[in-house]
C-alpha cells in the first residue's frame, strides 16, 4: 500500500539558520512527489513537485528538496528560515503508473521559525 | 485567472441538518477533488471526479455522503443528517486533464461545524 510519513510532529528553528522538514515515502512503483504549505486558516499551496531528472528540485520562497530513491526519502529544505515560513507543510506522493491519480498524503509537520 | 473557489468558508449545521459544499475550479480544469481534514489530522481523500463522472470514490463514507461533479456548475459534496463528528474542513482542489504529474491547486476550504 501506497503511504507517506512525516516523522517530525513539529519543527523548531530559529530565523536564519537552515531549516530541513521530512518525509520519506512508500509506493509500489515510481512516484511523483509534491510538498505543501498550509498557512493558518488558508488552504494547501503548491512548493514544489518531483517528477524526474534532477534529484534536487528547486521551489517557491527559496524552498528546494531532495530525491533520495535509495533512501525512498524527499526531504524539504531551506537554506535560511524566515519567521514568516512558519506553517503546516504537508509531503504527498502518486504512484506513476496506473489510472489513479489521488494523492497520498502525509500528516503534515509545523514548523515553527523563532525570531 | 481565478483559482479554486470554495463556498461557503464557514458553516454552521445543527445535527442532522444537510450540508452542501460548493467548488468552483479553475478555469480550464476538469479534474477536483475532495479532502476532509480533522483538527490534529492530516489530509484525507474523500472522492476524485471528472466532469459527470466519479473516478475514485474509495475515501467516502458509505452512508450520508455524496459528491458530484455536474456538465454545468460546481461540484458539490454533500452531507445529509450530520452529526458532531462531521465537523472538520473540507478543501477542494483541481488539476488540468493532463497526466500524474500535474500538481492539484487547493481552495480555501469550507469550515463545518455541526452543533
Known amino acids: 500500500a501506497q503511504s507517506v510519513a512525516q516523522p517530525e510532529d513539529q519543527v523548531n528553528v530559529a530565523e536564519g539558520n537552515p531549516l530541513t522538514v521530512k518525509c520519506t515515502y512508500s509506493?509500489?512503483?515510481?512516484?511523483?512527489l509534491f510538498w505543501y504549505v498550509q498557512y493558518p486558516n488558508r488552504g494547501l499551496q503548491f512548493l514544489l513537485k518531483?517528477?524526474?531528472?534532477d534529484n534536487l528540485v528547486k521551489g517557491s520562497y527559496g524552498f528546494e528538496a531532495e530525491f533520495n530513491k535509495s533512501q525512498t526519502s524527499f526531504h524539504l529544505k531551506k537554506p535560511s528560515a524566515l519567521v514568516s515560513d512558519s506553517a503546516l507543510y504537508f509531503c504527498a506522493v502518486r504512484d506513476k503508473g496506473g489510472n489513479n491519480r489521488k494523492l497520498i498524503w502525509g500528516l503534515g509537520t509545523s514548523l515553527a521559525v523563532n525570531p | 485567472n481565478a483559482g479554486v473557489m470554495q463556498n461557503p468558508r464557514h458553516l454552521v449545521r445543527r445535527r442532522g441538518q444537510e450540508a452542501r459544499l460548493r467548488c468552483s475550479p479553475m478555469?480550464?480544469?476538469?479534474?477536483v477533488y475532495w479532502y476532509r481534514q480533522l483538527p490534529e489530522e492530516g489530509l484525507k481523500f474523500m472522492v476524485y471526479?471528472?466532469?459527470?463522472?466519479?473516478?475514485?470514490e474509495s475515501g467516502m463514507p458509505k452512508e450520508r455522503f455524496s459528491a458530484e461533479f455536474p456538465k454545468e456548475g460546481p461540484s458539490i459534496l454533500r452531507i445529509q443528517q450530520v452529526v458532531r463528528g462531521d465537523s472538520a474542513a473540507y478543501f477542494c482542489?483541481?488539476?488540468?486533464?493532463?497526466?500524474?504529474?500535474?500538481?492539484?491547486?487547493f481552495g480555501q476550504g469550507t469550515r463545518l461545524t455541526v452543533v
Open positions: 471526479l471528472q466532469k459527470e463522472n466519479i473516478i475514485d
Open positions: 478555469k480550464g480544469h476538469s479534474h
Open positions: 509506493v509500489s512503483g515510481n512516484p511523483y
Open positions: 518531483y517528477i524526474t531528472g
Open positions: 482542489a483541481s488539476s488540468t486533464l493532463q497526466g500524474a504529474d500535474t500538481e492539484a491547486f
